[in-house]
């Protein structure tokens, strides 16, 4: 105010108005967006350099701009005071380092080589071929000459007519434009010519159909779809519809004759999937040539999963169809040409397309090293009527870091908790080597990596009954405080009534297990340990955790959904399959086996037992129509002590008659001599128990 009285000039800086600048969005951990986040907040500095003069008020500044598990991280090392707080230049090159998966380099040039443009409109596939590109070094005819490759075979053929423009925008421009004409001449195909029109007639009577046998027309035209489906006569596949976050189960039917897919409208209604109003209406026509409805709205796109692993984006018409919720019709058919067994109504295998787009989060990693390409899986004991499916066994492919999938295994941590700090085991020489071995193979292969996270348990080594020893970490603080998945496991006595009329079986071991699971990405600094060789976080699914056996066995029955109960039983990592005869059993061994190895699950073939009468499973013993306890597991029952003992009778008290009266004087501390010899003689020649016929 003095220098205004005073008449006092004023500086240029003085005169200029401050920039301002807005607060970037908050970020929530998502990879692919942690780069830009961190950008957006260097421009809020640069553009206020006196309100964040310090490089702590740089950092607290980004840390209050993160929620959910991001926000665990942030604050768990501003508290621990980590080195890396004090500089906002080291802070941001451990949050990159920890939350940024952007694709750089070869991976990217890699990624970009195996890019399909699929379902994606050509817009949408220039931004995700763009944004590989950048990252990669490829020159600018290179580039031209793979976005035409990998674009629709449909746009490429209409492409040939054109002159090619010169640089990668120029023929994305011609490319979107091409599309847009083949899009408007499908839309006229939609619409019946007038000359081919049939008679007008009401539509309150509309003319019913078989599904599938509908005669091929102009592509676009819905033909061979009904309101009035037989449901005794349909042919449907497990499928589930994943609209914003929502995630609905239903059976899909694969109608050959339908000229588009479609789902009820009723449903997508209760599903909460909103009906976007076509510009003009298509009628649908049915085998006699008569209308039997008008469609006149179509939903958005949603993510479709069928059988297993296979997921796409679709965008499907909406008619009344209350018999049949979803349709896939012809065009389907001819995109994905899946290979069906229509007699069970499975799906047995998917086109070469679909690995690449489809089943991408399931397929073998891109870059194969030498030593996987030239394995040789032992089969020894496998009957050759799997040796096509020879991967399935493989030990390399196992020990690779898995893709993240919907079922990874997510550590959300109780409100107001902290993670505890564990304690450094001493170990001794045999452990120092073995420990060595470990973290050498394990950041070799990607399943453990250099950790900056606050947390910390214990690293120790058990003993196995062959004398190796099992790396072990305690976990046992952050299990206390951590949010329980409380999927249920199984109980072996429910699968006593599916093994009814069962006269095969084939018992699968699952290779390393628990390793087949991603932690989710921006959890794995809570799986953090300790070592006398540094500080590591696990990237893949470690025992000890609290929710490993729920989470494990969530993924393998997810993947199995359509085969569980009909001819497959699953216990975590131990698979049982059962059938009543050996050639339907060898499909029914085939069909699991192309399953697993659609999403990257491998199996222990020096483990599996093929086509036997009789497999020990769980502790039981199973035969045809029969089930006895496991020998070994009674084979040392008269040693046993009294505590142990009573265990072990608790689980097998169905073998003896009035279990509950001849171990009464046990739990009652008298008799207790005389009633624990007379069990473990009833259990030494417990009888053998028929398996339950539900019809009896």
């Known amino acids: 105010m003095s220098s205004l009285m005073s008449g006092a000039p004023l500086s240029l800086t003085q005169c200029e108005p401050k920039p301002h600048a807005y607060n970037p969005p908050l970020y929530n951990g998502d990879p692919n967006s942690c780069r830009v986040f961190l950008s957006q907040c260097s421009l809020v500095f640069a553009l206020q350099p006196r309100r964040y003069a310090t490089q702590r008020l740089k950092v607290a500044y980004v840390i209050t701009l993160l929620p959910g598990k991001a926000r665990e991280w942030g604050t768990a090392v501003w508290d621990a005071s980590a080195s890396f707080c004090t500089d906002f230049e080291e802070f941001r090159a451990e949050m990159t380092k920890l939350f940024d998966r952007s694709v750089k380099g070869d991976e990217a040039a890699s990624k970009l080589a195996w890019l399909r443009q699929g379902s994606h409109s050509v817009t949408e596939y220039a931004i995700l071929f763009k944004t590989l590109a950048a990252s990669c070094d490829w020159n600018e005819g290179a580039l031209q000459a793979m976005f035409r490759e990998v674009l629709n075979f449909d746009i490429q053929d209409e492409i040939a007519t054109h002159d090619l423009p010169q640089d990668l925008e120029g023929f994305i421009n011609l490319a979107t434009r091409v599309e847009s004409h083949l899009h408007l001449c499908q839309l006229e195909e939609t619409l019946p010519s007038k000359s081919h029109s049939p008679p007008q007639s009401p539509l309150a009577e509309p003319e019913p159909m078989d599904l599938g046998q509908g005669p091929l027309v102009n592509r676009g035209v819905l033909v061979g779809v009904s309101p009035l489906v037989s449901p005794q006569s349909c042919t449907r596949f497990p499928a589930t519809i994943t609209y914003q976050d929502s995630v609905h189960s239903c059976k899909a039917l694969i109608d050959s004759g339908a000229e588009a897919s479609f789902l009820d409208c009723s449903t997508a209604m209760s599903w909460g999937i909103p009906a976007i109003p076509l510009s003009s209406p298509v009628t649908v026509w049915g085998l006699s040539g008569q209308p039997v409805a008008i469609n006149t709205h179509t939903a958005p796109c949603v993510s479709l999963a069928v059988s297993g692993n296979h997921r796409e984006s679709v965008a499907l018409f909406l008619l009344e169809s209350p018999h049949a919720c979803l349709v896939l019709g012809h065009p389907w058919l001819v995109q994905h040409s899946p290979h069906v067994d229509w007699s069970r109504n499975q799906i047995l295998s998917w086109s070469q397309s679909c690995l690449a787009c489809c089943l991408g989060a399931a397929s073998p990693p891109l870059s194969v090293s030498p030593v996987l390409q030239v394995e040789v899986a032992d089969l020894t004991g496998v009957p050759g009527e799997y040796c096509d499916l020879r991967l399935v066994f493989s030990k390399s492919r196992a020990t690779l870091l898995p893709p993240h999938r919907p079922f990874d295994c997510a550590n959300d941590l109780l409100p107001g908790t902290s993670l505890p700090r564990g304690r450094l085991f001493s170990l001794s020489s045999p452990e120092q080597e073995a420990m060595d071995k470990y973290i050498q193979e394990s950041v070799k292969a990607g399943l453990i990596r250099h950790s900056s996270s606050p947390a910390g348990a214990g690293f120790f080594f058990v003993k196995k009954r062959d004398g190796s020893l099992r790396p072990c970490i305690d976990y046992r603080g952050l299990n206390d405080i951590t949010v329980k998945n409380r999927y249920p496991l199984p109980l072996m006595s429910s699968a006593f009534e599916l093994l009814q009329g069962a006269k095969v079986f084939t018992k699968l071991d699952l290779r390393n297990a628990y390793h087949l699971i991603r ?103 199973v035969s045809a129509g029969e089930i006895k306890p496991d020998p070994a597991k009674v084979k040392a029952v008269a040693e046993k002590a009294l505590q142990r003992f009573l265990g072990f009778a608790n689980f097998y008290w169905r073998f003896i008659r009035n279990f509950g009266q001849v171990a009464a004087p046990l739990m009652a501390l008298t008799s207790i001599k005389e009633a624990f010899d007379n069990l473990k003689s009833r259990f030494i020649s417990a009888p053998v128990l028929s398996i339950p016929d539900p019809e009896r």
């Open 519 to 621: 932690i989710r990405e921006g959890d794995e600094w809570k799986t953090a340990f300790d070592t006398p060789m540094g500080h590591y976080e696990i990237l893949v699914l470690p025992f000890g955790l609290t929710n490993a056996p729920a989470v494990f066995q969530g993924m393998v029955n997810s993947v199995l959904v359509d085969m569980i109960n009909q001819f497959v039983f699953v216990y975590l990592n131990d698979i049982l399959i059962f059938s009543p005869p050996l050639q339907v059993h060898t499909q029914h061994v085939h069909q699991v086996f192309q399953r697993l190895l659609e999403n990257q699950l491998y199996v222990k073939a020096e483990k599996c037992k093929f086509h036997s009468k009789s497999v020990t499973f769980l502790g039981y013993v």
